[in-house]
């Protein structure tokens, strides 16, 4: 299979999908290996109860309530 680089240097190759991402290799003078990389698998969401647990359970700064951090943000 051959193919050529357009004049934005790219190329085009049929096997490969939208979003796939390759390790270039050089191997030497004008030769290159495409190596395809897998991506990780997204991590779940979490709901929103647990978002609201997760919240709850470690708060930006334990000694603070929202009147206070009110008044310290705003401009009196």
Do not use: N
């Not at 051959?2 to 004049?7: I, L, N, V, Y």
């Not at 490969?16 to 290799?25: K, L, S, T, W």
């Amino acid at each position: 299979m051959t193919t050529t680089a357009d004049s934005k240097k790219r190329i085009v190759l049929p096997v490969a999908r939208p979003g796939d991402v390759f390790d270039i290799q050089r191997q030497g003078d004008g030769q290159f290996v495409l190596l395809r990389l897998t991506r990780p698998e997204p991590e779940a969401r979490l709901t929103r109860a647990q978002c609201l647990r997760a919240i709850d359970a470690a708060p930006l700064h334990p000694k603070m309530d929202w009147a206070t951090l009110r008044e310290l943000t705003r401009e009196s």
